[in-house]
């Protein structure tokens, strides 16, 4: 064998152990530009204001330029069933999604525990993240969680009570018993009502089946009934309406959808918003921002919502500066 041949043997030989090891190496799909990530998205239940959470998560990841073909979202809609939650969440876990997103308190849980620290989960429309122990803290929530709370104005609702029915001295309210965020809600409504000089009665349910029968009961006690940010009760709005309004009981609940179901009037949060806030945290922690230092954030500030048609069918006169707040900056439903 010739010198010539043998030199080009081994270069070719070379070549190929080189090409190998570089073909060898794990390379990071999620740093290619080519790469679709995929996104779970797990909705507790369908109601008016998870929906309207969903459509706003969609448009926020849109925004930061994850739609089409550049996304894989993968939706699950738990219809409130636990078993279907967990089921859902590791089926996530089986496909290895980029990212979760949970809307609604029970779903959060369910990705949090699945994804075990690793897996990045995304909070829409979540009451107390801290206190259902889904992050340390909402300023610096750790690991791999955060995303947006959609606190309830409780003290602005009050008002609204107040300016409502000015002669009401009893106030029921009414939460679901598995709902943290409900209960959260409902309970820190209790305090402050009771401040106000309110005869406040507390009512449970377990299920959207329980309301027929505890609405009945309710209506019967109190002169008005606070319904709040709580996925059970807003799933049975109708029903809870249909009865108080029997009694010409007035129901001043927690967001916008609520009123449209039957309340009668409320400062609401943009459920819209809060989802896409949302949206928007999850398109920039695909791109790399870290979940741990990635403060929750809070969404607070309500505009007026009422329901004309309610208020006449119930016999009430919502004051005039009410009315026009919610023609010139809220919604009016009529």
Known sequence: MNKRLLTTITVIVAFLAVAFIVTSQPTSKKNATSYVPTVGILQLVTHP????IHKGVVDGLKSEGYSGKKIKIDYQNAQADQSNLKT?????ANENADLTIGI???????????????????????????????????????RNITG???????????????????????????YTTSDHGGEY????????????????????ISTTNDMQQIAETMASQVDVVYAPQDNGVASAMKTLINVTNQ?????????????????????????????YQAGIMAGKVLKGKSTATYSVKTITEGDMTINLKQAKLLGLTLPKSMVHEAETKGEVFK
């Open 88 to 92: 859902m969440s590791q089926k996530f």
């Open 185 to 204: 809600n409902a309970k820190n409504m209790e305090k402050i009502a009771k401040n106000a000089g309110y005869n406040v009665k507390m009512y449970t």
């Open 247 to 275: 009694d010409k009981i007035p129901v001043i609940p927690a967001v916008d959808t609520m009123v449209k179901d039957g309340g009668i009037a409320t400062m609401s949060v943009s459920q819209y918003n809060i989802g």
């Open 104 to 142: 609604a308190t029970p779903a959060a849980l369910s990705l949090a525990k699945t994804a075990d620290g690793n897996t990045p989960v995304i909070l829409a429309g979540i009451t107390d993240p801290a206190g259902s122990g889904l992050v340390k803290t909402t300023k610096r929530p750790g």
């Open 49 to 52: 204001a998870l929906d309207q």
């Open 148 to 174: 947006v709370s959609g606190d309830s104005p409780l003290q602005q609702h009050l008002n609204v009570i107040k300016q409502v029915v000015p002669k009401a001295k009893t106030l029921g309210i009414i």
